[in-house]
C-alpha cells in the first residue's frame, strides 16, 4: 500500500514539474519576431499628358485620314519640345469601328452600317513640366485626356538608402529595447529582410476633362505635381542573449 502511494506521489510530482520545464525552455529560446518602417514625401517629378481626339463620318477612309491628319499635326508641334528624358513623345491608342443603327419594323432586332467612327492619342511625359504644359496650348487638333503625375525611379533611388537606414535603426532600437524587457543582455539578428519603394504612380488628375473645362487655344496647362511617399520596411527575427 505505501509502494502505491509512493508511485502516486512520483506521478503527481512530475505532471507539476512539466509546464515549469516547458516554460523554461520556451524562454530560452528567445526568438522575437520584428517590424519596422520609415517613410518619406517627395515631389513627384514626372508629368504624363494624354491628348486625344474623336472623329465620326460615313466613310471610313474619310475619318481615319481626318484622324491621322489630326494626329500627325499634335506630333509634329509636340517634337518641336522633344528631349530625352525631359519631354518623351510617343502615339497612343488608334482605333476605327462601325456605328450600327436599328433598321426595319421594331423589335426585328436588325441592324445596318450607320458610319465609322475612331479616336487617336499622343501621350507626352517628362520632366520639364513648365513645357509640357505650355505645348497644351499650342496643339489645337487634340484636346486634353487626361492628366497624370508620377515619382520617377531615378528620384525614388535618391531617398531609398536614408529611409532604408532610418528603418534600420528603429528595428535595431525595437530588439535592444525587447531584449532589455525580457530580462537579456543583448540580440542576435536571425534573418532580416529590408525593401524600399514608392506608393506607385498616382493619376491625380485621370478623369477626362468637359467641354466646358478645356483650355483654350494658347493657353497653358496649370501643373502641381504633388508628393508621393517613398517607404523602407524591415522585418525579420532576433535571437534574444
Known amino acids: 500500500m505505501k509502494s502505491s502511494i509512493k ?4 506521478v503527481a510530482i512530475c505532471l507539476v514539474a512539466w509546464p515549469v520545464i516547458a516554460s523554461a ?3 530560452v529560446q528567445g ?7 520609415a517613410s518619406v514625401e517627395v515631389t513627384r517629378d514626372l508629368l504624363s499628358i494624354t491628348f486625344s481626339t474623336a472623329r465620326d463620318g460615313a466613310d471610313a477612309n474619310a475619318v481615319q485620314a481626318q484622324l491621322k491628319q489630326a494626329l500627325d499635326a499634335a506630333l509634329a508641334e509636340a517634337k518641336k519640345i522633344s528631349r530625352p528624358g525631359q519631354v ?11 456605328r450600327y443603327a436599328a433598321s426595319g419594323s421594331a423589335g426585328s432586332g436588325r441592324q445596318t452600317l450607320n458610319g465609322w467612327q475612331g479616336s487617336a492619342e499622343v501621350i507626352v511625359e517628362g520632366r520639364d513640366m513648365a513645357a509640357i504644359g505650355q505645348l497644351v496650348g499650342r496643339i489645337t487638333t487634340m484636346t486634353v485626356a487626361r492628366v497624370g503625375y508620377r515619382l520617377s525611379r531615378e528620384a525614388s533611388q535618391r531617398v531609398e538608402a536614408d529611409i532604408a537606414a532610418e528603418a534600420i535603426a528603429k528595428y535595431r532600437a525595437k ?10 543582455a543583448g540580440y542576435v539578428i536571425r534573418e532580416v529582410n529590408i525593401s524600399a519603394d514608392a506608393a506607385g504612380p498616382q493619376p491625380l488628375q485621370m478623369a477626362r476633362m468637359t467641354a466646358s473645362a478645356m483650355k483654350a487655344p494658347g493657353e497653358a496647362l496649370a501643373v502641381e ?6 517607404t523602407a520596411s ?4 532576433v535571437q534574444l542573449k
Open 7 to 10: 508511485r502516486l506521489r512520483v
Open 25 to 27: 525552455q520556451g524562454v
Open 31 to 37: 526568438v522575437v519576431g520584428l517590424s519596422a518602417s
Open 88 to 98: 518623351d513623345v510617343q502615339t497612343g491608342a488608334f482605333s476605327l469601328f462601325p
Open 175 to 184: 530588439a535592444a529595447e525587447y531584449a532589455k524587457q525580457f530580462g537579456f
Open 225 to 230: 505635381p504633388g508628393k508621393e511617399t517613398v
Open 234 to 237: 524591415v522585418n525579420g527575427t
